[in-house]
């Protein structure tokens, strides 16, 4: 759909980009060193390798002939004038000072999510903060780029939980994004242990919606798990966590990296074989599975108290072992499960159809579905969680919620080691997911 046309200058070097959908120039490219540019909010862009800054204005269709498109940044004279003189780009437009911490509701690795209030607006959203210190080197840069865009990318989908807003001090990156307070399927599942098919067959669908929505925008999710499934207070399900993306994949395109959670990897993953998109539909495979028996598909006949051990022997299961489907499903249940969690992407279902999708909604387990009310939230979840107010905390694991609400100070040893530049154009806001009282 076309949303209008966009020109770019740059400071240095002056490029025209002209694209028929703006939400796609979030992938762009430098012309000049050919990496990929930072969107800077919606004022313009900034080349993460040679650091050109980018302004954005846009124009009317009617300044731009559509025989014109390329979808590409292409070199033009630049502009003769000073580079003091040109526009600076906008300050960031809301800082911590914005936000009040009400709770911690979640921790991982590398980041704490909070709950937190928009002071002005009194809107709840959740808060993940993350320390530059653990980028260690590109790699780690890329990563966090990489979580930022997909954020901004999911905004525009109803399954995924998208960004409001980002903004960054010397010492942390802040990204505020959707808060989704219904828990997510690992809780529910083990309130439930096991789903009545209908109810598997509801998210399963809702799942491979937000999938494909990836797909078609070249990223590949590789962290698909009952923990990443979130319900929102209808008991739509949002997908979340977007640090394990790939992105810029297109058909036929593979990456090579190792990644994922141990019990969802896809078999060729752990073969150290080439793979694309298929490896989410084989994740979502083991998630349905969970949801149809309560159990993993993957028995393991040895443990041991070293978990680098169990893992390894876990592996072993899911590149050799035959999946066991139980007699009690449905013959169309049981055949969607083997067809997912083929060991062979090539012959899995979601890759093997030209038109992916087209294979998995005419599959026979997925019959009843209305796709076309599904992706507009039409049809009613099978449950619905029980919430007093958008600040209710049940969903939560009082483990995190009972912590005490507070960022550790800043080690100003630490904040000096820090290459700043690395992080510029980092600071974004998202119009679509805030509402008139933000006062965008």
Known sequence: MCCGFVKVEITQVFFEYIAMDCHHVLRNFCAYCKNRVWRLGRQGFKCIQCNLLVLVRKNSRNSVNKS????????VEYPNKPLDELEPVSQPQYSLDDFELI??????TYAKVFM????KAKHIYAMKVMKKSLAKDHVDIEWMQTEK????TASNHPFLVGLHSCFQTPSRLFFVIEF?????????????????????RFYAAEISLALNFLHCKGIIYRDLKLDNVLLDHEGHIKLTDYGMCKEGIRPGDTTSTFCGTPNYIAPEILRGEDYGFSVDWWSLGVVL?????????FDMDRTSENSELNNFYLYQVIMEKPIRIPRSLSVSAANVLRRFLNKNPAERLGCRNPDVFTEIIEHPFFESIDWDMLKVKQVLPPYQPRLDSDRDLTNFPPEFTNELV?????DRREIEWIDQSEFEGFEDINPRLMSLEDCV
């Open 68 to 75: 014109d498109v390329t979808g590409e940044l292409v070199p």
């Open 103 to 108: 709770r911690v509701i979640g921790r991982g």
């Open 116 to 119: 937190v209030e928009l002071k």
């Open 149 to 152: 865009h997909v954020f901004e």
């Open 180 to 200: 989704v307070q219904g828990g997510d399927l690992a809780t529910y599942m083990a309130q439930m242990r096991r789903l009545p098919e209908e109810d598997a």
């Open 289 to 297: 599975y969970q949801m149809l028996t309560g159990r993993s598909p």
């Open 406 to 410: 507070h960022l550790t100070p800043d």
